[in-house]
């Protein structure tokens, strides 16, 4: 599934906090991905939006080569936002910079990696947006493998379909699900416009009280 260009520019212009809030305002429950993933890209205010390419992978002691990886590369969609669940921490790196290269390449504007990254001297010069959860030089190999892609996974706490919508800056990482797009769009941008007036009154010196009763956003 794509989104149109409109949508994908519209929701650029938003906020992860924003659209958390208007998720669960519509009664879908919590989207934000648990806190601990950090941006490890030059730009940490850039907003990230595409479609979940998702991605599993598995703990284990065993030294399984990376044959899955390479496949989940060589899928990637235009414009999707590649997403790597894993079941448990796998104590080491679950992206680099290889990865990010095949991906890049392929048409993927960003990553979201439930683990380490490594090789931060070819990612990063790639500019290209990575969230992952620490730094390791350690390999994938002997600790983790992927059992598929394009499948359901959960992601530090959130069910993520394919195609779910992913939008991802400093503040975290939520999950707009993809049946809910329109809609949850329509409501940030209403709130939006709250949010512009309710902080010009305040920045003129309005009380919060009476401010937030004319625009109900603060």
């Known amino acids: 599934m794509t989104y149109s260009p409109d949508v994908i520019r519209r929701y650029q212009l938003l906020y992860t906090s924003l659209v958390s809030d208007c998720v669960e305002a519509l009664g879908l429950g919590p989207r934000a991905l ?3 993933l950090v941006p490890f890209h030059s730009d940490s205010l850039r907003v990230v939006v595409g479609p979940a390419h998702t991605c599993q992978i598995q703990r284990t002691d065993e030294r399984v080569e990376i044959d899955g990886l390479l496949a989940m590369v060589d899928a990637t969609p235009e414009g999707s936002v590649v997403v790597v669940a894993t079941d448990t921490d796998v104590g080491g790196a679950v992206w680099g910079g290889l ?3 095949g991906v890049q390449q392929r048409g993927a504007v960003g990553a979201v990696a439930d683990g380490g990254i490594r090789d931060l001297h070819q990612v990063v010069p790639l500019d290209f947006a990575v969230f992952a959860a620490y730094r390791s030089p350690l390999d994938i190999r002997g ?12 992601c530090r706490g959130v ?6 919508l992913v939008v991802a800056d400093a503040n975290g990482v939520v999950i707009v699900p993809r049946a809910a797009v329109d809609a949850v769009l329509a409501l940030c941008e209403d709130r939006v416009r709250k949010e512009i007036l309710t902080q010009e009154e305040l920045e003129a010196g309005g009380s919060a009280v009476d401010v937030y ?5 603060f």
Not at 143 to 154: L, S, T
Not at 213 to 217: F, M
């Open 99 to 101: 990865m990010t290269a």
């Open 143 to 154: 600790r983790g493998e992927v059992v598929g892609h394009g499948v359901p996974v959960v």
């Open 213 to 217: 009763a004319r625009h109900e956003a």
């Open 159 to 164: 069910p993520i379909e394919p195609d779910d």
């Open 34 to 36: 648990a806190p601990g």
